[in-house]
């Protein structure tokens, strides 16, 4: 007996459940299911409606008075016409640009820095440290920070998407903590051996910290992805916008502003705004790398939040 | 859709200067304050005797007789678009010098830039110097600006829409550090040298003066009404139903036309309007006895407030709008959900022309007004115009004048070889010419063309019949013709008025507690509470403030 209950024991049952746990009631289960389905869908449901808008004919939307939510018929004009000025894919390619240069840039910028305030021993460690924090207290001003990307000559280029919001302490601080961490022993015993700082940045605390880097990573990315503000401030040039960008003047277009209580007559300007399907297809534009991406980072992105949660 | 970055904020930057490193918050000479109002401002008020000597002198320059003459600040009427062309520009604006930047605000999907757009290469070889524009979105123009300005970097041109000068605080020291003053070029007989700057009308070119100084050319409105309240003329014929004479008549149709089982509401958004059929002020009106009385005083405010709520309370506004302030209204009349909702006139003709294509019947129309119980409406509308075009200080005086000679260009009237390229680009390449002469634009000039042009020029508004919209100028005129006579007259006109902070903060809020009000999700009997709340906290300051500013220029 003991000999064939041991195996089935350790192995888990088709149904899931250890040996000592109660199958659930119908309603239990039911009602279990009834939630899930409800949260999978406020999730879904939104990006659905978004898509299936996007490939509606004009018609369609008509007589939804708006958001479709069943398609009737693919209809892509939407998205041809979107390519076809070329002002979206230049938009994207900035935006992707942007996202992996700066990732790249804000990661290298962080780890070194937080590896370097992580050192007790480190030049001027306390007062930098201070320095950074201080800035979750006092932020610099629109004008000033206007003031110093303008003078830097960064004006029009996609570093003034970049530069200005290179570091986060947030997350400096959220991988200094982490590596204050690892235990010292391994680092001594690296240093016994002859690595320098650099190497045991390298080759141990940053193996240690693959979980907590991805999530950085990914609020970086996402990030830069997203920033909007920046360019409203810095880009003058239409050519440089960033999706984002394009994205609200798609949204927004033909609202006439409207005043202290009255609408504001423009002339000409409302005349010709671009339909829902066009807008939406370009919110599917915006999203998709998103949708993309997240998947392959969603494995470190729990590893890392409950890492950071215990450890910081 | 606010934008957030951390640290945009007045309130931060005084931290900065406070703990000492203001430095850098007030670098390059002086503190203009850029950010918001700041809380101590108290106004100021410039007098309309002062505006009045520095004014061009007006010298109409009209090629071709309207059709329809439009009375006052209302745009003549075009029914058919001229044959023959004239030159009304012969001496070529552009003496060679760098390239212009312009900035003005678009609401839309940009045009390519300068070196990419066909438009743009044939309108600046016409000027003889490049213009190269720089759209920036309508909706967050005050941020940009916000940063422009207090940084001291402005472009060649600078267009600002009237409603964000009102909101920058402090606009008079700014224009006079950044802009250039334009009073010698252009006042009185001055004017000439550039004839369709001088014939922009003298109501717009009032709101143009700075501290005593003319500081920008105007873009004239050609439209002064601020609402319409439009309506499915379609679906009421189809129905049998009439236009209603009356609030009751309004209700009544309202249920009639409601049919939440088909998803048809009859209203959107429609209490501005109600306001004015009730006969309430837009804001001030003159007491009989002296001094300024607020619109949340007078009775007929409390009145349309109820009769708005009463349709909210029985069913009739559609409930995206019950639920939310950022209802697609427009689509959901373009649809037939709503019947009627509020909109500036601005939004007919294109919603018209879209539209007629999807569904040849469909016709939107302002709703004839009519009175409450009795009384007259009054319609809420204001000359004021729509932008400003500044020019940057310390260009010297043959680079101002050739951009004057710019917006004169830009300025041409309708019937001029200059207006068509304007407004409609290369024939063949950006328009086609339809039967009746009138150009249609192509899919190339929908794509190219962002009002670069026309946003920084003035031009005097005309309205030109054309083909996908036949019967629009004479309904749209028509209703403006019509309706002139009941527009409230601004007490304000001509005084150039920078608000308190106080005050300027209290509207925002107030409105909100109204709406919730209209929801009914706070009793009627609460009016009184808001009243007081509002006339506490800076209404007051508010009244006094407009009191002094009618005192001070004897009106």
Request: glycine share 10%; charged share 20%.
């Given at each position: 007996m003991t000999v064939t209950t041991e195996p089935a024991a350790r192995r888990r049952p088709r149904s899931g459940r250890a040996p000592w746990e109660e199958p659930p009631s119908p309603l239990g289960a039911a009602t279990k299911a009834v939630l899930l389905t409800l949260l999978v869908a406020a999730?879904?449901?939104?990006?659905?409606?978004?898509?299936?808008t996007s490939l509606a004919s004009r018609e369609t939307i008509d007589a939804a008075g708006g958001m479709v939510l069943v398609p009737r018929e693919v209809d892509p004009?939407?998205?041809?016409?979107?390519?076809?000025?070329?002002?979206?894919s230049r938009a994207v390619w900035i935006s992707t640009l942007v996202t992996v240069v700066g990732t790249a840039l804000s990661l290298t910028l962080t780890v070194l820095a937080a590896y370097g305030l992580s050192r007790p021993g480190s030049v001027g460690h306390r007062g930098l440290l201070f320095f950074f924090l201080l800035t979750f207290l006092i932020f610099p001003g629109l004008v000033p920070s206007y003031l110093v990307v303008a003078g830097l000559g960064l004006k029009d280029s996609i570093w003034s998407l970049i530069l200005p919001s290179a570091i986060s302490v947030f997350n400096l601080v959220v991988i200094r903590a982490f590596f204050l961490n690892i235990p010292g022993e391994l680092l001594d015993s690296a240093r016994v051996d002859g690595a320098g700082e650099l190497r045991i940045l390298w080759r141990i605390a940053l193996p240690l910290s693959r979980a907590v880097v991805a999530v950085v990573g990914l609020f970086y990315a996402v990030g830069y992805w997203n920033a909007y503000f920046n360019s409203v401030l810095y880009i003058d040039d239409n050519d440089m916008f960033p999706i984002q960008r394009v994205l609200q003047s798609y949204i927004l277009a033909g609202q006439s502003p409207s005043v202290s209580g009255a609408a504001v007559s423009l002339p000409g300007i409302t005349a010709y705004p671009p339909t829902l399907a066009v807008k939406m297809a370009v919110v599917v534009v915006t999203v998709i790398p998103a949708v993309i991406v997240f998947p392959f980072v969603q494995r470190h992105f729990t590893k890392g939040v409950i890492t950071g949660a215990v450890k910081g | 859709m606010k934008p957030s970055l951390p640290g945009v904020?007045?309130?931060?930057?005084?931290?900065l200067r406070l703990i000492g490193l203001g430095t850098a918050a007030t670098l390059g000479g002086g503190t203009l304050a850029a950010c918001s109002k700041e809380a101590g401002s108290k106004g100021t008020a410039t007098k309309a005797d002062a505006i009045r000597s520095v004014l061009p002198t007006y010298k109409p320059a009209e090629l071709l007789k309207p059709d329809i003459p439009g009375e006052g600040p209302i745009p003549d009427g075009y029914l058919a678009y001229p044959r023959q062309l004239v030159d009304a520009v012969t001496e070529q604006p552009g003496r060679g010098g760098p390239a212009i930047r312009t900035m003005s605000p678009w609401w839309g999907p940009t045009p390519p830039t300068l070196g990419k757009n066909s438009y743009l290469a044939a309108v600046n070889a016409k000027l003889g110097v490049d213009v190269d524009p720089s759209l920036q979105d309508g909706t967050t123009y005050a941020d940009k600006l916000n940063a422009m300005l207090g940084a001291r970097d402005v472009p060649d041109l600078l267009s600002i829409p009237n409603w964000e000068v009102d909101k920058i605080a402090r606009f008079s020291d700014a224009a006079k550090a950044l802009f250039e003053d334009l009073t010698d070029h252009?006042?009185?007989?001055?004017?000439?040298?550039?004839?369709?700057?001088?014939?922009?009308?003298?109501?717009?070119?009032?709101?143009?003066v700075w501290g005593g100084r003319l500081a920008a050319v105007p873009f004239p409105t050609d439209g002064p009404f601020g609402w319409a309240l439009f309506h499915r003329k379609d679906l009421l014929d189809k129905a049998g139903l009439a236009a209603p004479t009356s609030p009751e008549e309004l209700h009544e149709l309202g249920r009639k036309l409601t049919d939440p089982a088909k998803g048809v509401w009859a209203f959107g958004t429609v209490f501005d309007m109600v306001?004015?059929?009730?006969?309430?002020?837009?804001?001030?009106?003159?007491?009989?006895?002296?001094?300024?009385?607020?619109?949340?005083?007078?009775?007929?405010?409390?009145?349309?407030?109820?009769?708005?709520?009463?349709?909210?309370?029985?069913?009739?506004?559609?409930?995206?709008?019950?639920?939310?302030?950022?209802?697609?209204?427009?689509?959901l009349f373009k649809s037939g959900k709503i019947v009627m909702y509020q909109d500036g006139l601005g939004a007919w003709q294109g919603m018209q022309s879209e539209q007629t294509k999807v569904l040849p019947s469909f016709n939107m129309q302002p709703l004839p007004v009519f009175g409450a119980n009795g009384g007259k409406p009054l319609i809420w509308g204001s000359e004021k115009p729509i932008f400003f075009t500044f020019v940057k200080k310390g260009l010297g005086k043959d680079r101002v004048g050739e951009l004057l000679r710019v917006l004169n260009w830009c300025a041409a009237p309708f019937g001029s070889r200059e207006f068509e390229l304007r407004e409609y680009g290369v024939e063949g390449k950006h328009f086609t010419r339809s039967a009746d002469g009138s150009p249609a634009l192509t899919e190339l000039g929908r794509r190219e063309m962002g009002a670069q042009y026309t946003h920084i020029g003035g031009r005097v508004p005309v309205k030109v019949r054309s083909a996908d919209t036949p019967n629009y100028v004479q309904e749209y005129l028509g209703y403006y013709n019509k309706n002139i006579g009941l527009m409230e007259k601004d007490l304000f006109a001509g005084i150039k008025l920078e608000l308190p902070a106080n005050w300027s903060k209290l509207l925002q809020p107030t409105e909100d507690k109204l709406r919730d009000i209209l929801r009914g999700r706070r009793p009627l009997s609460d009016l009184e509470a808001v009243k007081k709340e509002f006339f506490a906290t800076g209404g007051e300051e508010g009244r006094a403030f407009h009191e002094k500013a009618l005192a001070d220029n004897g009106r």
């Open positions: 999730v879904l449901l939104p990006l659905w409606v978004v898509l299936v004009s939407a998205y041809l016409t979107i390519f076809n000025g070329g002002q979206i | 904020s007045t309130d931060r930057r005084s931290v252009l006042k009185g007989d001055a004017a000439a040298t550039y004839p369709y700057l001088a014939s922009l009308p003298t109501g717009a070119w009032e709101y143009s306001q004015q059929f009730f006969g309430c002020q837009q804001i001030w009106r003159k007491k009989p006895g002296g001094g300024l009385e607020h619109k949340y005083e007078n009775p007929a405010f409390a009145a349309a407030l109820e009769f708005t709520a009463k349709l909210f309370a029985d069913g009739l506004v559609h409930p995206d709008t019950v639920s939310s302030k950022g209802a697609d209204e427009k689509q």
